[in-house]
């Protein structure tokens, strides 16, 4: 009887923390936008409640805003043809998943 090998492909490390992020309870939609800031750049999109986008786990520090109680600290969003995108951090509930085992 011959052995079958199998391969398994895996997209990301075993134990590897992914995360997302959707609009924070009580906030129905949030802007994405093409820099840290609310006074440069411009709205690329809009996320709604109960849509997700994929995100990095963690905020950085950029231009002031005032929505959401106000911060300055933004999530980026990896974004097509590698152009940025950034959603106020206090405007949205980042989801942390955990990939492969």
Do not use: N
């Not at 075993?14 to 609009?23: I, L, Q, R």
């Not at 709604?48 to 980026?76: D, T």
């Not at 990896?78 to 940025?84: A, F, H, K, S, V």
Request: glycine share 10%; with cysteine.
């Amino acid at each position: 009887m011959a052995a079958a090998a199998s391969v398994v492909f895996v997209a990301h490390p075993a134990g590897a923390v992914t995360c997302s992020v959707t609009p924070a309870p009580g906030v129905g939609a949030v802007s994405v936008r093409s820099q840290k800031s609310t006074t440069s750049g411009y709205v690329i999109t809009t996320l709604y409640a109960g849509q997700y986008l994929p995100s990095l786990c963690q905020s950085e520090s950029g231009g002031y805003y005032s929505s959401c109680g106000g911060s300055s600290y933004w999530i980026y969003i990896p974004g097509e043809l590698t152009y940025p995108r950034w959603v106020a951090a206090a405007c949205v509930r980042l989801v942390k998943d955990r990939v492969g085992t």
